[in-house]
């Protein structure tokens, strides 16, 4: 498969091209926050979601790193065919051989790795804001070059692979990004 074939899977869901982007987007966009606002509302419900998925699924705030070794594994590859390929580059100047480092696109091994670092037990789980650089991404309304995306992930058992406990885990995240919702709307009105 080529880099052109993986178009519409690079793209958002139902959008293709840059063309169907700009079709899709509004024209007469306007805020109803002002700018300083729209950052305060940001990370207001950014602490909201943070705290709450913390207490509901008990989880502990972590870093991911943004650099990684590249030959130590840890970076997630984000396709099979090599089209989406991490930013590399030497570092550590004065050394006799310079590392290679790559800039993180994925953490899904870094959580599993960090879960058993940070002595989780069952029950018990990690939250991230991972910071990553995805060079190689269709940009669009939902994609951007720079990412800054949430993970967690949580040490469950055998047991816990069932419907019933998603379904729980479910409804848990979902009443914090509702409360999430309710305490921005009662922070800002203009968003009623």
């Known amino acids: 498969m080529t880099t052109t074939d993986k178009q519409a ?3 958002g869901p139902g959008i293709g091209t840059y063309d169907e982007v700009a ?3 509004p024209k007469d966009y306007e805020s109803l926050l002002t700018r300083r606002e729209t950052m305060e509302a940001l990370f207001a419900v950014k602490k909201y979601i943070e705290d709450g998925l913390a207490k509901e699924l008990n989880l502990m705030m972590v870093q991911v790193p943004l650099i990684v070794e590249a030959a130590s594994g840890m970076n997630d590859m984000l396709d099979r065919d090599g089209s989406r390929t991490p930013v590399e580059f030497d570092c550590g100047l004065g050394l006799d051989e310079p590392i290679r480092a790559s800039i993180v696109q994925a953490a899904t091994k870094w959580k599993r790795w960090a ?3 940070f002595q989780c037990a069952v029950g018990e789980g990690i939250n991230t804001d991972m910071r ?3 060079k190689d991404y269709f940009l669009d309304h939902d ?3 720079y990412v800054d995306q949430w993970d967690w992930e949580q040490v469950i058992t ?5 419907l ?3 379904t729980l885990v479910v409804e848990k995240i979902w009443k914090v990004i509702t409360g999430a919702e309710k305490m921005v709307m009662e922070k800002y009105p203009a968003l009623q």
Do not use: G, P
Not at 158 to 162: D, L, P, S
């Open 115 to 117: 879960l058993k670092q």
């Open 143 to 145: 994609h951007s070059a």
């Open 23 to 25: 079709a899709a987007l």
């Open 132 to 134: 990553a650089v995805r």
């Open 9 to 11: 899977d690079l793209a």
């Open 158 to 162: 055998a047991e816990h692979r069932n």
């Open 164 to 166: 019933d406990y998603l």
